[in-house]
């Protein structure tokens, strides 16, 4: 008879922490930490009140020695360099996540404030009658004082076996998974969840990326997973058969992207793409999100060659079908 996952997990030496995300996304409850044995945690929680007492609940951090950080994303790094301080944790995520931090919280706010105006001007979302949009709001992370990186195939012994790093991309950066072999997991943070496709959006700070081309290239080398292999996500419970995932969120992203190229018909702007992406009434009120996402999938198309971009004349990039 199989093993269920919770056994499985427990062969293995690995705890499941659920953290709280607070208000700022309604549509997630949680954030996973991953403990691997008495001394390894994966992943902090948000930096807020609620995150360290839900920690001091769980019997806090005795006996940590290493965290590692599938991302630096505030949710999953925001709390490690309070575990460094206090614990003397050794902190360790990938150089361009960690990079990604120290950018966002050294950047003086009112240059965080100029580069998300210029990235509102150029979708359309400060012309008349676009839907205005706020931030999710929340505080820069502080990064670790003294981080050590993680690399593509680095291998990490830690108690109860080795767990290979391979990295991966789009959500973020440079995002980190941890595979045991051994016991056939993968800590995959936000690259693969069990129910909606992970979010895919562009920075303020580099508005013309295409990020969704790194996550279709990742999801494409996971479509034939072993379909026994469980995953442990950043947020949702565990589950198998991330190759199965991995398909239906690539089928999402079609389906987005194919969204975006039939509106494309005439000259449009990401404003007012945005109805038909989302399902909101034209000029209803959004999120900062909501025109990262939509740049990112008219980025690829236009990075696929099937869109083409130009600058309208009063200052907005317009957007048509090639």
Same mark, same amino acid.
């Given at each position: ?6 056994? *499985? ?7 499941? #922490? ?13 954030? =996973? ?8 945690? #994966? ?9 360290? =007492? ?13 965290? #590692? +950080? ?17 614990? @003397? ?16 919280? =050294? ?9 998300? *105006? ?5 979708? @359309?979302?400060?012309? &008349?009658?676009? &839907? ?39 959500? &973020? ?6 595979? =045991?072999?051994? /016991? ?5 943070? !936000? ?21 969704? &081309? !790194? ?6 080398? $996971?479509?034939? #997973?072993?379909?026994? +292999?469980?995953?442990?996500?950043? /947020? ?8 199965? *995932? ?23 702007? +990401? ?18 999100? /909501? ?17 083409? *971009? $130009? ?12």
């Amino acid at each position: 008879m199989p093993l269920t996952i919770e056994h *499985r997990l427990r062969e293995a030496g690995v705890e499941r #922490v659920m953290l709280p995300m607070g208000k700022a996304n309604p549509d997630l409850q949680h954030v =996973n930490a991953w403990r691997i044995g008495p001394s390894v945690l #994966v992943d902090t929680g948000k930096d807020d009140a609620d995150t360290r =007492n839900a920690w001091q609940q769980a019997g806090g951090l005795g006996g940590i020695t290493d965290i #590692v +950080c599938t991302h630096g994303h505030p949710d999953h790094i925001g709390l490690a360099h309070h575990f460094e301080a206090a614990y @003397g944790a050794r902190i360790q995520a990938t150089t361009l996540e960690l990079d990604a931090v120290r950018l966002g919280f =050294n950047r003086a706010p009112d240059a965080k404030a100029g580069l998300r *105006r210029k990235f509102l001007l150029d979708m @359309g979302g400060l012309r &008349s009658g676009a &839907s205005p949009t706020t931030p999710l709001g929340g505080s820069p992370t502080r990064p670790p004082v003294a981080p050590l990186t993680l690399e593509d195939g680095d291998r990490l012994a830690f108690e109860g076996g080795a767990w290979r790093v391979q990295l991966g991309g789009g959500h &973020s950066p440079r995002p980190a998974l941890f595979i =045991n072999d051994a /016991h056939d997991l993968v800590i995959t943070g !936000d690259q693969i969840l069990p129910d909606t496709a992970p979010y895919v959006g562009v920075s303020f700070g580099a508005p013309d990326a295409d990020p969704m &081309s !790194d996550m279709i290239a990742f999801l494409n080398a $996971w479509t034939h #997973v072993n379909a026994d +292999c469980i995953a442990l996500p950043g /947020h949702g419970a565990p589950f198998t058969d991330p190759g199965r *995932r991995a398909r239906a969120h690539l089928a999402s992203y079609e389906r987005r992207l194919a969204r975006v190229w039939a509106a494309a018909e005439r000259p449009l702007t +990401c404003a007012d793409l945005l109805p038909s992406l989302f399902r909101v009434s034209a000029g209803s009120p959004v999120l900062d999100i /909501h025109y990262t996402m939509a740049a990112a999938l008219l980025n690829h198309l236009v990075a696929a060659d099937k869109m083409q *971009r $130009w600058r309208d004349a009063d200052g907005p990039l317009l957007y048509q079908q090639r």
